[in-house]
């Protein structure tokens, strides 16, 4: 028993470091999920009279994939960003801090009404974050 027992203990230890976490987009529920996500930004872009007007000449449709496919990409799901860079995307919009911080916020409502754990909100969060540079007063 003496000698069993720390090999078990080994083993069962083993087996919880084998256990892997949840990944980001699995914790955001995975394409159902970011599609729900998709979604429910867009409606609030559609709602939202200081930055609605950015979209008046855009494809939605095409902007809704290519928005799902980056979402599953940076959160380390099976899709391939078929899109432009974020620089080449908004260049001519001229969109400030201001209006990026709008999207945000209307991405933390959607995250928070679909019951995205605070953790995951901020995992993505803080994916997005750098693009700012590239997104703003271009
Ligand atoms: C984290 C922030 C953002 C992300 C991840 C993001 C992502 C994207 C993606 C994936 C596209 C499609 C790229 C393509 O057409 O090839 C796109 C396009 C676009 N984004 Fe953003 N975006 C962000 C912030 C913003 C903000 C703040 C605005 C304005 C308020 C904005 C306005 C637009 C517009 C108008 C288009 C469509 C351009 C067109 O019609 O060709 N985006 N964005």
New binding site residues.
């Given amino acids: 028993m003496r000698t069993i027992t720390p090999l078990v203990f080994a083993l069962l230890l083993t087996a919880c470091s084998q256990h892997p976490q949840p990944s980001l987009y699995q914790q955001l529920g995975g394409e159902p999920g970011i599609a729900a996500i998709t979604d429910g930004l867009l409606q609030k ?1 559609e709602q939202d009279q200081r ?1 609605v007007h ?2 008046a ?3 939605i449709a ?2 809704r994939r ?2 799902a ?3 599953c990409n940076i959160s380390g799901g099976p899709c391939e ?1 078929t ?2 860079t ?1 620089q ?3 260049t001519g ?1 001229n ?1 400030t801090l201001a ?2 911080d ?3 916020e209307n ?1 933390i409502d959607v995250m928070q009404q679909q019951q995205i754990s605070i953790s995951a909100q901020n995992q993505l969060l803080a994916l ?1 974050a750098p ?2 540079k590239d ?2 007063y271009r």
């Fill in positions: 872009i930055i950015h979209f000449d855009t494809d095409r902007f290519l928005l496919e980056q979402l960003y899109g432009g974020m080449e995307s908004h919009f969109i209006h990026y709008a999207l945000v991405l997005l693009m700012y997104i703003t």
